[in-house]
C-alpha cells in the first residue's frame, strides 16, 4: 500500500473527483431524474475509485501491460466531455432543484 499516495496531488485530485461524482450521483438519485444522469455519474464513481485503489495499491507497477497514466488521463478527458455534456442537459431541462444542483 502507498500511504503517501492519498496525501499527494494525485491522489487528492482522485479524491476530489470521487467526492464529487458521489455527491452529483447523490443529486441525480434524489430528484428520480433520467437513468441517462445516475448512471453516467455512478460510472464516474465507480471508474474513479479503481483508478485510485489501483495507485493506492501499486497494481499499475505490477500490471505493465498498459500505460496505466495514459489510461487515466484517456479516462479524465472521456469522463469530462461526458459529464459536460449531461450536466448541461440537465442544467437545460432542470426538472426540479435536485437535478439542477447534480447539473452544476
Known amino acids: 500500500v502507498d500511504s503517501a499516495f492519498p496525501r499527494s496531488l494525485r491522489g487528492s485530485i482522485k479524491i476530489a473527483r470521487m467526492l464529487l461524482a458521489w455527491v452529483m450521483f447523490f443529486c441525480f438519485v434524489g430528484s428520480r431524474s433520467r437513468g441517462m444522469y445516475t448512471a453516467l455519474a455512478g460510472m464516474?464513481?465507480?471508474?474513479?475509485?479503481?483508478?485510485?485503489?489501483?495507485?493506492?495499491?501499486?497494481?499499475?507497477?505490477?500490471?505493465?501491460?498498459?500505460?496505466?497514466?495514459?489510461?487515466?488521463?484517456?479516462?479524465?478527458?472521456?469522463?469530462?466531455?461526458?459529464?459536460?455534456?449531461?450536466?448541461?442537459?440537465?442544467?437545460?431541462?432542470k426538472t426540479n432543484k435536485a437535478t439542477l444542483a447534480g447539473g452544476v
Not at 54 to 68: A, E, G, I, Q
Not at 71 to 90: K, P, Q, R, T
Open 44 to 93: 464516474e464513481v465507480v471508474i474513479t475509485t479503481l483508478f485510485f485503489l489501483l495507485y493506492l495499491l501499486k497494481l499499475d507497477k505490477r500490471m505493465t501491460w498498459l500505460l496505466w497514466p495514459l489510461a487515466d488521463i484517456f479516462n479524465s478527458v472521456i469522463a469530462a466531455l461526458f459529464l459536460l455534456v449531461v450536466c448541461l442537459f440537465a442544467v437545460v431541462i
